[in-house]
């Protein structure tokens, strides 16, 4: 399929007129500065909703991957799976809470109904559910279990419902709109207040459908009418965000890498989303469609045993955080739950250990105490709110000083090598362009960092800590006065990385001793160097033939795609493999797609028909998944 997870997601002008006309929140008078009654000037360009300032505060929050899928060690099920299948052995969703808060997350977003369309809460309107499995003898609810767990552990609870339903034999048909606005009016009417709604953007395709086991094409804009669906979760769910379609609150920042653009403006036209436009955003646009940067701890969404060695270090959730939120965005981080039900031990170390670091480096503000003034203010008495430690108050330039100033004078001793800076928002974007300027006492200046867009939340790295006596924000460019919620200086501590883990499953084939030899253009060796950031690549139609130095019995093969995107090779669409036990006589192993990895980029797993022993593998891949000249495979693998 040529199309991300998101890609497809239904949209019309209309509908982002409808939905995301910009209101401003209510500011108190002491906000602006304790001016009286001071009337405050108009907003510049597009603001957000009431609904979108609380999701902006949440920064960081997780995505949890749990489903049928963690026991076919898939990452798209099919639909047709057995709910015997889903039997976690010891869910724990206090644990995973426990997770995600080692990690500074503030929320959890449960994917209650992947595309295979199993359910995870006991629902009446179909029997593939959680009712017909043996977790708990059908009375379970995961939902309901992990909601409750965040309620108690002090963060936010909100739900994936994937549009697409690989199961259900009317998907396509107008029946079935009916029955997923009743799957979300249940979402969102049993499991107390919501703060985010998740939609996917795969839309139709090969499914199981009751059945049929064919494939089905919608038109996403018209089928869904993404309008009324996001009106429906607005009514039942006032602060919920909905993500993402035009209309919508949020969007997609357009991989699936951990990265937004430097910066990402939270303002898009009113117009079809565009990949591009959606990582940087567009300064000036009339929508606030702010982005959200989401990404898994490990090469997939759903947990796999053969990626424990995988998961991602703390120094790279780190890297993605700055990324993210330091770019403008908020940051979704995938905790992909294991068999037992619970985040694995190595996946919760790297959480723990970014979370320290975290904790670490904003625990002591070094502008606290400073003393702050500005080269112009509104009321007169704004400048010290920026260091106030509170997130109500902001200070606030007269609108036509667009070159204004802000000085904090800091105490004796103080170092940093972090400026965190906030907008008001319900203000707008107001500057276009600043910097960040150091002084020892003097009137020497000394330019340290100049970057676009301030917006909801700016993270500005120093190569190495300083410890100026005066530090400036001043505007370069700007639309209107600043208003500026936070000026705050941080000195930042490291994430200490974890040691190597070696991965003990024996269904997974050691590759050791195998060697490529035969291959459609040079650097297959590079398949087998245990690094998705290096890749063969070549003109399509690609093959490659590997011969393991040995006798196995395989259950399938892995393909890991490369995670650069490169406009000029491409992962392989489609494969055909076969299996030898002499490198003379082959039997074919399977043919098919692979499905949404030039998006997700994950590792796939292809079962053959059943297992077989054998010693070589040949491999054809006859185009890549989007128009490329060349095909790239990062990593091959097999598993008994």
């Not at 965040?150 to 259900?168: E, H, K, M, Q, T």
């Not at 993605?320 to 031990?345: K, V």
């Not at 170390?349 to 480096?361: N, P």
């Not at 707008?428 to 600043?434: A, C, E, Q």
Request: with cysteine; glycine share 8%; aromatic share 10%.
């Amino acid at each position: 399929m040529k199309f991300s997870r998101r890609s497809l997601m239904g949209s019309s002008l209309i509908a982002g007129a409808a939905a995301c006309t910009p209101r401003v929140a209510p500011v108190t008078t002491v906000a602006a500065g304790g001016g009286g009654n001071r009337v405050l000037p108009p907003a510049w360009g597009a603001t957000p909703s009431l609904r979108q300032l609380k999701w902006h505060d949440r920064r960081q929050y997780g995505f949890i991957h749990f489903s049928i899928n963690t026991f076919t060690d898939k990452e798209w099920g099919y639909g047709d799976e057995d709910p015997a299948l889903f039997n976690p052995t010891d869910f724990d969703p206090d644990q995973i809470v426990a997770a995600a808060k080692a990690g500074e997350l503030t929320g959890l977003i449960l994917t209650a109904k992947h595309h295979d369309g199993f359910c995870l809460w006991p629902t009446m309107l179909t029997e593939h559910c959680i009712r017909n499995s043996p977790y708990k003898q059908g009375k379970g609810d995961i939902v309901g279990e992990l909601e409750a767990a965040c309620r108690r552990g002090g963060i936010n609870f909100g739900v994936y419902l994937s549009p697409w339903d690989r199961n259900r034999a009317d998907y396509g048909t107008p029946s079935y709109i009916t029955y997923y606005r009743a799957q979300l009016t249940e979402l969102c009417t049993r499991y107390g207040e919501l703060f985010e709604v998740w939609f996917d953007g795969a839309n139709g395709g090969d499914g199981y459908y009751g059945g049929a086991r064919e494939t089905r094409k919608i038109n996403a804009v018209e089928y869904y009418n993404w309008p009324s669906i996001v009106k429906l979760v607005h009514d039942l769910q006032p602060d919920a965000c909905t993500f993402d379609p035009l209309g919508a609150d949020i969007r997609w920042v357009g991989n699936e890498d951990g990265h937004a653009a430097d910066p990402c403006w939270p303002t898009m036209p009113n117009e079809p989303y565009d990949q591009a436009k959606g990582n940087t955003g567009v300064r000036g646009a009339e929508l606030w469609w702010p982005a959200e940067t989401n990404v898994s701890i490990r090469p997939g969404w759903f947990y796999h045993a053969d990626e424990d060695a995988k998961v991602k270090l703390p120094s790279k959730i780190m890297e993605m955080y700055d990324d993210s939120i330091g770019h403008g965005t908020t940051f979704h981080l995938n905790l992909p739950p294991d068999r037992r039900g619970r985040i694995h031990d190595r996946d919760v170390a790297s959480l723990t250990a970014f979370g320290d670091a975290l904790r670490a480096t904003f625990a002591n503000n070094q502008a606290d105490g400073a003393v702050a003034t500005a080269s112009a203010d509104l009321t007169g008495a704004s400048a010290k709110f920026v260091n106030d430690g509170r997130l109500d108050t902001f200070w606030l330039a007269p609108p036509e000083t667009k070159d204004a100033s802000i000085v904090l004078d800091l105490p004796p001793g103080r170092s940093f090598d972090t400026v965190r800076l906030q907008e008001w928002l319900p203000l707008g974007l107001r500057v276009t362009r600043f910097a960040i300027d150091v002084s020892d006492g003097g009137d020497q200046w000394t330019t340290v960092a100049e970057k676009d867009m301030v917006g909801p939340q700016r993270l500005v790295r120093l190569p190495a800590p300083i410890s100026p006596r005066r530090v400036r924000f001043r505007t370069v460019a700007a639309e209107a006065g600043p208003a500026l919620r936070e000026f705050a200086l941080f000195r930042s501590v490291a994430p200490v990385d974890l040691p190597p883990l070696k991965v003990t499953d024996a269904s997974i084939v050691d590759r050791a001793g195998w060697k490529v030899t035969a291959a459609s253009a040079p650097g297959g060796e590079a398949i087998l160097d245990d690094s998705p950031r290096t890749a063969w690549t070549s003109p399509a139609p690609a093959s490659l033939t590997i011969d393991m130095g040995r006798n196995e019995t395989l259950a399938g093969f892995t393909l890991t795609p490369t995670r650069h995107v490169d406009p000029q090779a491409a992962p392989p669409m489609k494969y055909r493999v076969e299996t030898s036990v002499d490198g003379r006589t082959w039997t074919p192993g399977g043919e098919g797609e692979f499905q949404n990895i030039n998006y997700a980029r994950a590792t796939q797993r292809l079962p053959f028909p059943k297992a077989r022993p054998a010693r070589y593998l040949r491999f054809a891949f006859p185009q890549p998944a989007v128009p490329a000249p060349a095909i790239a495979v990062a990593e091959i693998g097999a598993f008994r």
